[in-house]
């Protein structure tokens, strides 16, 4: 909010320089993005009498004046201007002056002849006819005041003068005018506020003679007020007006539509004129819009509206955008007799979603999407009566129309003053607290220990004790804060259990040379389409999102697969020509649809291998050694998988339950994700693994008997495992079982139709002694006897 530091006197006592006045601001919680020293764009210029014009002997355009400039001698210039005269008052740029164009200008010789200086136009000095009156002329500037020669023309133009920049929160939309400032820089300086006091005197008649105004949402709209004012002067606002207008950014206009805007910077309430006879039917009508309904606005754009949105209509069709901008055809005209003003309160929300669809953010809009004061709707509209009315505008009807729907009722808060202190960690005078909260407005009484608050209506943002206290300590002072120690023992941070188990997972697969990744929770809704599951699958049964960015990211992820697929189909297409990645997240199975409580949040790991040296056994081997991480032996069993290769997948069994399941992906799977490469996949129960606990590594000292080494050709239906083979020669040969191991399986000549031959080797050691001929022989001919069990055979 750019303030004029020469306004800001208007309303309260400034005694100190800008900086300490800036410096005082930034303690009390206002940003200063920058101060403006408009006296720093021009030095040195000056107005100037010409006393007496010469042709200049070596040009027949150039002319030479002998200037008055408030010294001693006259100051001669030459010019090439044709519009001077003797007698003129202008202004003149005299050695080592800097104009606001960043022109420097210096004494020299033009033609031979001496000039210290430049006379001025008003385009040299970035002056338009709206700063002052003859500045567009293609000349030099003709000063029409008169003012002594010498002074300054910084003083003339009113130069002398500094703009602030505040960088105003949003939960002190009260501040957003020079008002709120002003009342804020009084309690800062210790001074006197001094609001106007709107005055002014009314020509009779009576308001609903000329108009009617039906509020149909007063949901969006809380306060309409309304007042007529016939017989307009249209005219050119005076100096000030204009320069205040200036100096927060805005461009003057006319007086009507600059006092308008001047109520607006200085009581931060948007009010709005109406040219009286584009109000068809006398009535104003604060309504929703239809859908498809059009206005065309004052920057000449034709919007297309919706019933979300609110309008100011007339009886015909809507004539301004509420809270926005008005409509082309209200407009005030040069030609406009008479006016019906506006001030109004509406919902912050509504105007912040009709100028977001519609791409319009005006100052209006952005002082109603903070929140205005809907007490104050009353105050700026006599504030701008009162100007009309000072300024000669027009006369003003009897009568105020106020539509709302009841006012706020009077807020008070009651607060014990040591909770404050004790908040603070400051001891505050209970006085002291009285005094601060007074100067802002908080009318606050002191019984005991209690302060009883009646909380202005401008004050939206004070709703309890941690803002009260925050008011109280800006003001008191930030610098009375002592710092003291930290008290309090020292606890040592540590993981928790799950994170050191993930920990450790992801150390094991970085070891065996994945790379983790990460991916989105949000999946598209349509993803699990591409795992070909049945439609009845549990799976399917995902959270959808309420306002999602896309379909794309659409549902929470009951399962890894799918996202672990794009990955390795991103990375083929991309020609890297293998690959190993594993990711650690969560699946989330909800309780039931619609959701009525926080869903399963399931830890869960996927792996994803491809590449020519990668196959269902590389993945296998994974598997075991992650399992085997942990205090779980795996069992492989087939698994059924529809995403899964039917004949290349198999689930990880542990404790009963499946731990893993993995497997070549379907071909029809792969082909979704553009995959013509084998491509293996799992997907790990992470919740099953971190209810175990991680293997202990045990060692031994190394064997002092020797190994003895036992095959064993083993023919067998093709249904009987070779892991159950594996596993019943392990327990049969018991504590002397050293490693059992597969090296053989074989169908074909010499098999019988739906046998197989498996071969597994077997070794065997004891700690105790070299083992004899007749133990050999015993465990050897027990593991026979219980493969035997299985439906195998010894192979002769």
């Known amino acids: 909010m750019k303030i004029s530091l020469e306004q800001l006197k208007y309303y309260v006592d400034i005694p100190v320089d800008v900086n300490t006045l800036c410096d005082k601001m930034v303690m009390a919680g206002f940003e200063v993005e920058e101060i403006i020293n408009l006296a720093d764009t021009m030095q040195n210029v000056v107005a100037a009498k010409i006393l007496k014009i ?142 106007p006091v709107p005055k002014f005197e009314t020509c009779g008649g009576d308001i609903n003679d000329y108009i009617s105004v039906d509020v149909k949402n007063y949901d969006l709209c809380p306060r309409y007020i309304g007042r007529f004012v016939k017989n307009l002067k249209i005219k050119e606002s005076p100096d000030w007006l204009k320069r205040c207008i200036k100096a927060s950014g805005m461009r003057p206009i006319n007086n009507i539509v600059d006092i308008t805007n001047f109520v607006m910077l200085e009581t931060g309430q948007p009010m709005h004129a109406f040219d009286y006879r584009d109000i068809k039917g006398g009535k104003i009508i604060v309504r929703n819009a239809t859908d498809g309904e059009k206005i065309t606005t004052l920057d000449e754009k034709e919007h297309t509206l919706s019933s979300e949105m609110l309008v100011i209509a007339d009886a015909e069709n809507p004539s301004c955008l509420a809270g926005i901008m008005g409509g082309l055809n209200s407009e005030i005209k040069p030609d406009t007799a008479d006016l019906f003003l ?147 023992s020292v606890v040592r941070g540590k993981l928790l259990p799950e994170r050191i188990k993930a920990n450790a997972i992801k150390k094991l697969m970085n070891a065996l040379g994945a790379y983790e990744i990460t991916t989105y929770s949000f999946i598209s809704s349509k993803a699990i389409d591409t795992l070909n599951l049945a439609e009845n699958d549990e799976r399917r049964n995902a959270i959808r999102l309420i306002n999602p960015l896309g379909d794309e990211y659409s549902v929470m992820r009951t399962q890894l697969i799918t996202s672990m697929l794009t990955v390795l189909s991103t990375n083929i297409n991309r020609k890297n020509a293998g690959a190993r990645f594993f990711e650690i997240s969560k699946r989330f199975v909800p309780k039931s649809l619609p959701l009525t409580e926080q869903p399963l949040e399931i830890p869960t790991m996927s792996i994803g291998i491809y590449g020519s040296d990668e196959d269902f056994f590389t993945l296998k081997g994974i598997i075991e050694e992650l399992v085997s991480s942990f205090d779980m032996k795996p069992a492989f069993e087939r698994s ?153 055979e010894l192979r002769k």
Do not use: W
């Open 640 to 792: 059924s998988e529809p995403y899964l290769h039917p004949g290349r997948q198999a689930a990880a069994m542990a404790n009963g339950e499946a731990v893993a399941v993995f497997g070549e992906v379907h071909p029809d799977v792969a082909a979704n994700y553009a995959i013509n490469d084998k491509v293996y996949v799992a997907e790990i129960r992470l919740d099953l693994l971190y209810s175990a606990e991680i293997s202990q590594k045990i060692y031994k000292a190394l064997p002092k008997f020797p190994a003895v080494t036992r095959d064993f050709a083993m023919l067998c239906d093709k249904e009987i495992l070779v892991g159950t083979l594996c596993d019943t020669a392990e327990k049969a040969a018991g504590k002397l079982c050293e490693e059992v191991k597969l090296f053989d399986v074989y169908e074909g000549a010499q098999i019988p139709e739906g046998k197989k031959s498996v071969a597994i080797s077997v070794t065997l050691r004891s700690s105790e002694a070299t083992l004899t001929d007749s133990e050999i022989e015993t465990v050897s001919n027990k593991i026979i006897s219980k493969l035997e069990a299985l439906g195998a």
């Open 54 to 195: 010469t042709p200049h002997e070596n040009s027949d355009h150039l002319q030479i004046c002998q200037m008055d400039v408030g010294a001693a001698e006259p100051v001669q210039i030459v010019t090439g201007a044709d519009n001077v005269f003797e007698g003129a008052l202008v202004p003149a740029a005299l050695h080592d002056s800097h104009l606001p164009n960043g022109m420097h200008i210096k004494k020299g010789k033009l033609r031979g002849v001496e000039s210290n200086g430049m006379l001025c136009s008003g385009e040299e000095l970035c002056l338009t006819d709206a700063d002052y009156e003859g500045a567009g002329v293609n000349g030099i500037l003709i000063l029409k005041d008169e003012h002594p020669a010498g002074t300054d023309m910084r003083e003339i133009l009113h130069l002398n003068d500094y703009i602030i920049d505040f960088k105003i929160t949003a939960n002190r939309p009260d501040c957003n005018c020079v008002l709120g400032v002003a009342r804020e820089v009084g309690v800062v300086l210790g001074t006197q506020f001094k609001a």
């Open 342 to 488: 506006e001030s109004a309160k509406f919902k912050r929300d509504n105007v912040r979603r009709t100028g977001r669809t519609l791409g319009v953010r005006t100052e209006s809009s952005g002082r109603f999407e903070r929140g205005t004061d809907i007490m104050n709707t009353e105050y700026a509209m006599n504030r701008a009566l009162q100007l009309i009315y000072d300024l000669d505008a027009g006369d003003i009807i009897d009568g105020t129309i106020d539509k709302n729907a009841g006012l706020p009722d009077e807020r008070v808060l009651t607060v014990d003053a040591n909770r404050i202190n004790a908040l603070l960690g400051v001891q505050i005078p209970f006085e002291t607290m009285v005094t601060i909260l007074n100067s802002l407005t908080i009318e606050t009484v002191l019984n005991g220990d209690t302060l009883t608050c009646k909380i202005p209506s401008h004050r939206d943002d004070i709703e309890g004790m941690a803002d009260l206290a925050e008011e109280v300590m800006r003001i008191y002072g930030y610098d009375h804060i002592v710092g003291t120690a930290m008290k309090g």
